[in-house]
């Protein structure tokens, strides 16, 4: 790789990194408490009454809502608006913790911190400030992705699939580490030897 910034090749995640990730709040899609979002509600879950059972709902949250920009707060009401639904990473992860709720299905929301590609962060900030939504979720090493864990593993609601945890690779990136809401970070096996 010649001319261009070398990223580090080890997993360590920074104090720094985990300051930023955790100072962004969990995402939660907002309800005006009026007939607009019960209304915008019902119309999204509706869309996954095809799918019959718990987990088919869940792989088809990213072809039900695409994923990209998503300006916070959003509502039921403005998520529903659109002809094609958009959402970034914290719609899925609420949506799934949705139909997980509605099925019985107990979950913990998560936080993982990924290392993107080296042109990854670079277009999603584009992107992001394209449509005047808030890019602080992208950091100069990793990014910050809302996930579940289901039972003893964890589920990636914009990928749609498990993934192992701290070393693991999804299409975003690698996984630095991940966290239950409220609990400890888990890192990776590098950020455990340089502790």
């Known amino acids: 790789m010649s001319g261009g910034a070398r990223r580090p090749s080890g997993l360590a995640f920074s104090s720094g990194d985990r300051r930023r990730i955790d100072s962004i709040g969990l995402s939660r899609i907002s309800h005006h408490g009026d007939a607009c979002c019960s209304e915008g509600r019902s119309f999204i879950l509706r869309r996954f009454d095809r799918w019959v059972d718990t987990g088919s709902r869940l792989a088809a949250i990213p072809l039900v809502v695409a994923w990209g920009p998503t300006r916070w ?13 958009v959402g970034d990473c914290g719609v899925h992860a609420d949506l799934a913790g949705e139909l997980l709720t509605l099925a019985g299905v107990p979950y913990a929301r998560g936080r993982a911190a990924l290392r993107p590609a080296v042109h990854a962060a670079p277009h999603w900030r584009s992107a992001w400030s394209e449509s005047d939504a808030d890019d602080t979720w992208i950091g100069d090493d990793v990014v910050h992705h809302e996930v579940l864990r ?6 990636d609601p914009t990928e749609a699939r498990w993934f192992a945890g701290p070393g693991s690779h999804v299409l975003a990136g690698q996984v630095v580490a991940v966290r239950e809401e409220g609990a ?4 990776g096996a590098a950020d455990q030897r340089t502790r």
């Open 184 to 187: 400890d970070w888990q890192p």
């Open 150 to 155: 289901i039972g003893a593993r964890w589920w």
């Open 73 to 85: 707060p959003t509502h039921w009401c403005r998520l529903a608006e659109p002809d094609e639904l």
